[in-house]
């Protein structure tokens, strides 16, 4: 039998048995429609490859143990110093395995961009408005892996037991023991005892390489079906409606692309770990108790958190023979407080406006303005708090006294913001208004022209219909969107030639 025959034979068995033809044939032709933003969740698919890729290859040479040895490695100046086998199987790692600093180097740039990746992702969605109707649930499996990648940044950062991850360390058990009532039994059960205890690089090694990389793997599947089960949201444009998809088919236009831009980010990655160095653990040293690292900060994307406590005042109030630590309780109430908002945003707008349609095209963000000036005023709270957690670096940098930067922070936390959404919904407005000037009288060409009675006037050009439908569309009414068959995919290129592929789109 030839070997096309055999072929043949091995597709029927596999059909027969998984319906590997009939799922090829309705979800390979899935169309996707071609824009530039649509590329950032696939920016965070991909740093999370690489991301469990590296960290498989780590968890052959490190040992999640808090054990006091005594190095002698390719390490000089810390050979004879006492330290944990966490932290010298990361020297061993950095200096002594072959590309082990360029893999460990690439591990954590490449949670940096995923992180970065997925708020930026989020944001695009915020500002399009692709989280209505029907999408509410994916957007909180969105939400749950930002979320979850928070504290998996946070339990991968602590893992080496350096001076610096050490200190972040201290600053989680400060937070627990400020939780009234239980504080302490939760700093004690998760330490394992007194502070730094002597399991907890082991019980956050088990959450970082096993639990929470599997629930959002399992999140990143249900994220990805949920994607082809609504079909994708696009850009309002001539011929795209409520119940179609213009685009290139899944197989072989855009796998082809994803996989060329796997590998573009994969590089960019690997240029990045060789190049840049990242959390050179040499330097800090062991972890010791009674040592804190001069200029501590943590990763990016939880400065916001420590910023919330700089700049708190150190406020304690004591009741029935209780202190209350204020000055901590409150930023760590008010920390998932900042994201629980963003989690629940959908639903609070469904609520505030009414609308219970079914939504597949996306908004420009002038024409939601009070949303855009919401989301731009929450990134501005977010910087001026990420500014807050490094308050003794900017007051090093400019030469100012640290008071003064702490109370700029505090003032800019209430004052940004609010003049942020200002300006940013006035800037829509204005942009929005400018858009109803094009639609009425057209674009300026340039040319003057003299009227018969001697005035001086601009000839104006009419636009043209493509550019005409996107600058209304968000005033013509919404279509009903059904659930049956005329909903349609127009795969292939976008021009003359569009195929049509019925059933839902991807």
């Given amino acids: 039998m030839s070997a096309a025959g055999r072929g043949e ?25 071609d824009h530039w933003s649509f590329l950032l969740g696939e920016i965070c698919l991909y740093s999370f490859v690489v991301l469990v890729l590296t960290g498989a290859y780590l968890t052959l040479f490190f040992h999640p143990s808090m054990n006091e040895v005594v190095y002698d490695g390719s390490y000089t100046p810390l050979n004879g110093v006492r330290m944990s086998e966490a932290y010298a199987s990361t020297l061993d790692i950095s200096f002594d395995v072959r590309g082990g600093l360029l893999i460990r180097q690439l591990h954590h740039w490449a949670a940096l961009v995923f992180v970065a990746g997925m708020l930026t992702h989020m944001m695009r969605h915020f500002f399009t408005g692709s989280f209505r109707k029907p999408r509410e649930v994916n957007w909180l499996f969105g939400w749950l892996l930002l979320f979850l990648g928070l504290f998996e940044g946070l339990f991968g950062y602590s893992l080496p037991d350096d001076l610096l991850s050490g200190t972040g360390l201290r600053f989680v058990h400060g937070a627990l023991l400020s939780v ?15 502070f730094p205890g002597d399991d907890i690089v082991a019980r956050f090694y088990a959450l970082h390489v096993l639990l929470i990389p599997g629930v959002m793997a399992a ?22 409606t409520e119940r179609n998809v213009v685009g290139a088919p899944f197989m072989p236009v855009y796998l082809a692309k994803a996989g060329g831009f796997f590998f573009l980010v994969s590089g960019v990655l690997a240029l990045m770990a060789a190049v840049a160095t990242i959390n050179p653990v040499w330097s800090y040293g062991p972890y010791r108790a009674d040592q804190v690292s001069t200029g501590a900060q943590p990763d990016w994307y939880l400065g916001f958190a420590e910023g919330l406590v700089r700049i708190m005042p150190g406020w304690e109030i004591t009741l ?15 920390f998932p407080l900042l994201l629980v908002f963003i989690g629940v945003y959908p639903f609070l707008e469904a609520r505030f406006t009414g609308d219970r349609h079914e939504h597949h095209l996306l908004d420009r963000p002038r024409d939601r303005p009070v949303r855009t000036a919401i989301g731009a005023a929450w990134i501005s709270l977010y910087l001026v708090l990420l500014a807050g957690g490094g308050n003794d670096i900017a007051a090093t940098r400019f030469h100012l006294s640290i008071n003064t930067v702490t109370w700029a922070v505090r003032i800019g936390m209430f004052a940004v913001p609010a003049a942020v959404f200002v300006v940013t919904r006035r800037i829509c407005l204005g942009l929005r208004e400018r858009d109803r000037e094009l639609v009425a009288h057209g674009r300026p060409t340039g040319v003057i022209k003299r009227l018969p009675h001697g005035e001086y006037v601009e000839v104006h050009e009419p636009l043209d219909p493509a550019r005409l439908h996107t600058l209304t569309a968000h005033e013509r009414p919404g279509e009903p969107v059904g659930h049956g068959p005329s909903r349609r995919a127009v795969a292939g290129p976008l021009r003359s030639g569009r195929g049509r592929t019925p059933g839902r789109s991807g």
Avoid at 226 to 240: M, N
């Fill in 320 to 334: 029935w023979g209780h202190t209350l630590v204020l000055g901590v309780l409150i930023p760590i109430v008010v």
């Fill in 219 to 240: 999140l990143i599947v249900l994220h990805l079906l949920l994607v082809v089960y609504h079909k994708h949201t696009q850009f309002a444009g001539p011929g795209r």
């Fill in 9 to 33: 034979r091995l597709a029927d068995w596999f059909d027969g048995r998984l319906g590997t033809h009939t799922l090829g044939r309705k979800y390979l032709r899935k169309v996707f429609p």
């Fill in 180 to 194: 009234p009532i239980v504080g302490t039994y939760l700093a004690m059960f998760l330490f394992g005892g007194e």
